[in-house]
Structures are given as structure tokens and as C-alpha cells.
């Protein structure tokens, strides 16, 4: 058993290569929940974004009862609005681990501004409840007040992914 204690915090204290690094830099966008700062690749913690070809729908006009939609490019907008945010500013991500995909997992921010917070608390992306709750209470409030995503109908990231997968 004190083996296997010393060996966890050997580890823990000597792989500081992927757990508890910081990377700063001018970042670009790869979508709604990924940029990338120098070369590597940082998948927003927490969140999940619709992708750039999702579309999503919203009411358009409505008539006493009678509600009409249109689709809009939900997944480039969310993409869009990030690189509103973070273009020419130093970005500091804290890493939390890689994905399936070798992407470095980390929660960013611009300034003090979590960046994912943001994102998710403007209904630019959802709380990735799968991996954490740690934004829930950003996507309630975001539901709440019809911002973004919440102010029309939407396949959530996941599900689109799943459905486009199979066409």
C-alpha cells in the first residue's frame, strides 16, 4: 500500500507535462470550444459548442399563436463570437489533461474572464455535463434569459455530432 501511495505522488508531483500547466499566448480559433496557442491544440473544459455546420432554428415572426422559423448558422456564429473575444489578446489556459484527441483539456482565460464560463453564460455553447457541472449554473442562467442557443430550438453538440455522423 506505500508502494503504490509513493508511486501516485511521485507521479503526481513529476508529470507536470499535461496536469497543471499554464499556456499563454495570442490564440486562434479553431471553433466554438477549441483554439489553439502556438501549436497546440486546447479543447475548452466543461463546454461543448455547436459545431461550424450546425444549424440551428429561431422564431423569426410570430403571429397571436402561430410561430415561424428559420434556421441560422449557430456553429459559426459561436465560432465567430469567440474569435470576437480573444483576437489579439494574450490568453492564459490552465491544462486539466488531453482528450481522445490528443488535445491539451484546459479552462482559459482572457484577462480574469473565464473564457468558458463566457461562452456558456452567453448561450454560445452548453455546460459538457458529461464531463463536468462546473458550468451549469451558467447554462441555466443563459435558458433562462433566451440568450444564444435558448432562443430557439437546437440539437445539442453531442447529438448533432452523433446524427451527421451517421449521414
Not at 488531453?98 to 474572464?113: A, P, Q, S, T, V
Amino acid at each position: 500500500m506505500k508502494k503504490i501511495l509513493i508511486s501516485i505522488v511521485f507521479i503526481l508531483l513529476f508529470n507536470q507535462s499535461v496536469f497543471g500547466e499554464t499556456i499563454i499566448g495570442k490564440a486562434t480559433v479553431i471553433d466554438g470550444d477549441t483554439i489553439k496557442i502556438n501549436e497546440t491544440k486546447i479543447r475548452l473544459f466543461g463546454i461543448d459548442a455547436p459545431e461550424k455546420k450546425q444549424l440551428c432554428q429561431r422564431i423569426f415572426l410570430q403571429i397571436n399563436f402561430i410561430s415561424f422559423k428559420k434556421k441560422y448558422p449557430c456553429g459559426e456564429i459561436s465560432t465567430n463570437k469567440l474569435k470576437k473575444l480573444i483576437e489579439n489578446q494574450n490568453i492564459n489556459c490552465i491544462i486539466d489533461g488531453e482528450d481522445f484527441f490528443k488535445r491539451k483539456i484546459g479552462i482559459c482565460f482572457r484577462n480574469k474572464l473565464d473564457i468558458n464560463s463566457w461562452m456558456v453564460r452567453t448561450g454560445l455553447a452548453v455546460a459538457y455535463i458529461k464531463y463536468s457541472k462546473k458550468y451549469y449554473q451558467d447554462q441555466i442562467q443563459a435558458e433562462a434569459e433566451g440568450l444564444g442557443l435558448w432562443q430557439g430550438d437546437f440539437d445539442m453538440p453531442w447529438d448533432w455530432r452523433k446524427k451527421s455522423a451517421k449521414n
